[in-house]
């Protein structure tokens, strides 16, 4: 498969991250329906965080297998070193923003994002973390492509095209119903940092494999992942509707595996 043609499948299988963000314009939805968005939300990114980890910990372990003790080390210590820049130095970026996300902001007014409502700064973190997801699928499309393994290359970008328009819709679960409605332009650039990332690593992945770099991002996104589903959850407790959001979170997370089959079907 020539560079030019991987690419552009790599892009597309990124930018159906683009199908769910529309959601985010709803209405006022009633506050069972809110809920319910919220918590399917929280469901994708359980699956992704899940999902990010065992494939992270893959060459972990097998360095560890092939009894290579200094890469083992080494890929241990950059897993642990990801996660922990991912989901502790969020804390001080949104401490920098004027507050934890999942509260009302509050003190003197601020410009630029820390002045935008919780919930869309919310989505920022969403489209962060689901990016250096993404940048790493890239990298495994680029990789099998560079490899001359064309039937894993097309496989991971059917199973990762319909896995991202999940995506889409986690992005924007919190804003459904917010008073102010996402902007089109809002929801582009969020489908950029979140899809367009796919098609950097793909673009990557095809003119370099390391498995240290594909770690890094994986551990990055995990972490970021990890701080998101802790502030949608203390969302979620304040809706007190447990059973809608146990449901929602239910829903997305046989959302996040149904996908996923899809590649497991592919024999990938």
């Known amino acids: 498969m020539s ?16 199908l769910g963000l529309p959601l985010g314009r709803m209405r006022n ?12 939300a929280i469901g994708i990114l359980v699956f992704l965080i899940f999902d990010v980890l065992a494939h992270a910990n893959e060459p972990v372990e097998g ?29 001080y970026y949104d401490r920098a923003m004027g507050g934890n996300v999942a509260d009302t902001l509050g003190g003197e007014p601020r410009g630029g994002i820390a002045a935008w409502a919780p919930a869309k700064r919310l989505a920022l973190l969403i489209a962060v973390g689901i990016g250096l997801h993404n940048f790493s699928e890239g ?24 896995h991202n328009a999940t995506e889409g819709f986690g992005i924007v679960g919190p804003m459904a119903g917010e008073a102010e409605r996402p902007s089109w332009q809002f929801l582009f650039v969020m489908g950029l940092i979140g899809g367009g990332p796919t098609f950097l690593g793909t673009l990557v992945g095809h003119a370099w494999v390391n498995d240290a770099l594909f770690i890094a991002f994986l551990a990055l996104a ?20 447990d059973e ?13 595996f149904a996908t996923d089959y899809v590649l497991v079907g592919a024999g990938v």
């Open 222 to 241: 995990a972490g970021s992942i990890l701080y998101v589903i802790i502030q949608l959850l203390r969302v979620a407790a304040r809706h007190g509707l």
């Open 63 to 91: 360095a560890l297998t092939a009894g290579d003790w200094g890469k083992f080390i080494g890929y241990a210590a950059l897993l642990a070193g990801g996660v922990a820049i991912g989901l502790i130095g969020l804390v």
């Open 139 to 162: 990298l495994a499309i680029g990789q099998s492509a560079a490899k001359g393994e064309v039937s894993l290359a097309l496989a991971l970008i059917v199973g990762f095209g319909l």
């Open 29 to 40: 939805p009633a506050p069972r329906l809110r809920a319910s968005l919220n918590a399917v």
């Open 3 to 18: 560079t030019t043609r991987t690419v552009v499948l790599g892009a597309i299988a990124g930018l159906t991250i683009f």
């Open 244 to 256: 809608v959001v146990m449901w929602g979170i239910f829903f997305g997370l046989v959302a996040g």
